[in-house]
C-alpha cells in the first residue's frame, strides 16, 4: 500500500485547513486510516482514525471538536478538516494505513505511511 498526502500549509490561528490522503494497493474495506502529527522535539501524535469498513471514527484528545476525518468512495480518499486550529497544531502530518478493519490510536498497528504534509499555524 502506498499512501500519499496533500494539503498541507500555512494557516492563521483560528483558521480552518483540509488535508487529503490517497491510499493506493489495496482494498479499503480492508484498512483502517489513521492521520498522526509530529512536531519539532516531539513524540509522534495520534490525530484521528478512520475504519473504512463501517466509517467508525475515533479522534486524539487535542483535536477532539475541531479536527473531523471523513472519506469519499468515489474519489478513493481520507481528510481531515482542521477547524479553529491553534498554534500549536503546528506539525508535520502523516497519513498511515492499517491491516484491519478496526479503529486503532497506537501508531505501531499501522504499516504504511506516507511522508507528510506540513502545517504551519501562525498566530
Known sequence: VQVEESGGGPVQAGGSLKLSCEPFGRPLSRLTMGWFRQAPGKEREFVAA??????????????????????????HSIYLEMNSVKTEDTAMYLCAAADRATLSRNADDYVYWGQGTEVTVSS
Do not use: M, Q
Open 50 to 75: 478512520l475504519a473504512w469498513f463501517d466509517g467508525s471514527t475515533v479522534y486524539g484528545d487535542s483535536v477532539k471538536d475541531r479536527f473531523t476525518v471523513s472519506r469519499d468512495y468515489a474519489k
